[in-house]
C-alpha cells in the first residue's frame, strides 16, 4: 500500500523531481553512516578509551599510595639511609606492591624510575596482540624507551603527574606516570602502560575510512544525479521544442539524439512520416473521388452536346454546298472550325469520363518513345527546337497499353513544343532504378510560375487560347491506371521537367499486370 501512495506521488511530478527524490532518498545512507559516525561511534569509542584510562589510572595511583604510605611509615629510617640505600629500598617496596597488582590486571606493566641510579625497575608484561618478529620487538623496546623517557623527563622536571598515548597508530599503548615525592622532592617515578588492543586503531582506520568513502559516494552520487537529471531534462527539452515545431511544420523533423531519448525521438519522427504519407494518400484519394464524380457529369454533359453539335456540323455542310457563295464562304469555315474544336473537347471529356479498360501487353518503352517521335518530329524541326535523347542502352520491359502510354508522351512532347514559339531545346532521358522506369521530358521554354504549377494537373487548367487544359489531367488519368505517376517541376533556369514513372515490381517484387 505505501509502494502505490510513493508510486501515486512520484507520477504526479516531472522525471527529474522523480529521479532527485529517488536519489536523494539513496544519498541519504552514506549521509546518516557519516552522522552516526561523527556523533556517536567516535563518542562510544572515546568512552570506552576513557574507562581503560581511568582503570590505569586508578591502579597507578593505587601502587603510589601504597609506596607513598610505606615511606611515610618508615619515614625516620629513609632520612637516615644513604641514596644507594634509599634506591634499593624504594626497589624493594616497588616490587612487594606492584606484584598482586599486575598479578591481578594482566596486560598492565608496572615501573618505577629512579632518577639517582638512573635504573628502571619492571614488573608485568604488556598483552602482545600480534607476534612480533625479533626485529620487531627490538625496535617496540627501544621506542617504547624513547617515549617513556620523554614522559619520566617531563613528570621530573613538572613534579605533576601525566597520561600519555603513545605508539604509532598500528600499536598504540596508554600511559600513567606519577611522581613519588620526599619532602617536596621528586625521589622517584612510578608509571604503568598498557597497550591498546589493535582493534582501537582498526575501528579508527575504518571509520576514517568509512568518512571518506561515504564523502565521495555522496559526491559522485550527487554529480550523477545532477548529470542524469541534466541530461534527462536536455532531452526531454529538445523532444518538446521538436514536438512543437513540429506542429507548425509537418516536414520538420525531432533531433536527433543519444540512448532511449534518441529511440524515442526516432519512433515519433517515423510516426510523422507516416501520418504524412497517410495524409497524402487521403488527399490523393479525395482527389481521384473529386475527379470520379466530375468525370460522371463531364460524360453526361458531354453526351448532351455532341448530337447537336453534329447536327450543326452536318447542316453546315450542307449550307456550303447549296449556298454557293464565295463571299460567304469564310463564315462557314468560322463555324466548322469552332464545331471542330467543341468536337475535340467534347471528345477528350468523353474519354476522360468515362476511360476503357487499359489493353496491356509487354512493351519497350525506348521503342514507343521513338515511335511518337516519328510523327512529332517533323512538328519539332517545324518549331526549331533541338532533340536530344539520352536513353537507358537496356530497359527493362513492362506491362502496359502502348496506345494510352504514347498519348501521354505526345501530349507532353506538345505541351513543351508549345511552350517554346521561338524555339529551344527538348530533352528525353529514360532510366530505370529497382522499382521504376523513368522517363523526364526537360524543355527549356516559357515556363510557368511556382504558384500555377500546383494547378498544372487539375481539370480545365490552360493558360491557351485554344487550350482544353484537359491533356495532363488524362495523362496523370492514363498513368494512375498503370501504378504509375507524373510530376513536374519547373527549371532552376528556364523551362520546365517532367518525369514519369511506372512502376516495375509490385512490392513483393512480382511483375506489375
Ligand atoms: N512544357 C510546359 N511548359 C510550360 N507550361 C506548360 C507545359 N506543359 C503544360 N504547361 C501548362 O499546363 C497547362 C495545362 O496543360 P494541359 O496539357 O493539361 O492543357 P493544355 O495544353 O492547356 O490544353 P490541351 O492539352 O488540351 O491542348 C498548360 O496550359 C500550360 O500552361
Ligand atoms: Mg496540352
Redesign the pocket.
Known sequence: MGGGVVKKFLSHHNLGFQVIIISMIILVIPILVLLYDSVFASKKEEITFKTEEERLGTIVQALNLEVASEISNNQYQVNQMSIEQRNNYFEKIFSQEAKPLVKLNPGVRLSLFLPEKNEMIVAGFLHNYRKLTPVEQKEREERIYRNTQAGIKSVLASGEPLATIAGDPNDRFIERFVPVKIDGKVVAVIWGDERLHPIFSQAQRFRTMTRYMSMIAIFIGGIGVFTIVNNLTKGVRRIKNGLSQMENDFNSKLPQLPGEMGQISKAINKMADALQEKEKLEEEMRKQERLAALGQVVTGVAHELRNPIGVIKTTVQLMEVELKDANKNEYFDVIKHQVDRQNKVIQ?LLTYGRPSKPIKEMVDINKLMESVLTFTEAQLRQNNIKLTKNYALTLPRIYADAERIKQVFV??I???I??MPDGGKLKIITTFDDYNIIIKFI?N????GKE?LKQ??DPF????E????????ICNQILSMHNGNIQ?SCNEDK??T?IIKLRIKNQQGGMIK
Open positions: 477528350e501530349n507532353v506538345i505541351n513543351a508549345e511552350s524543355d521554354g516559357m515556363g510557368m500555377k498544372i494537373f487548367f490552360t493558360t491557351k485554344t487550350g482544353t487544359g484537359l491533356g495532363l489531367t513536374a523551362g520546365m517532367f
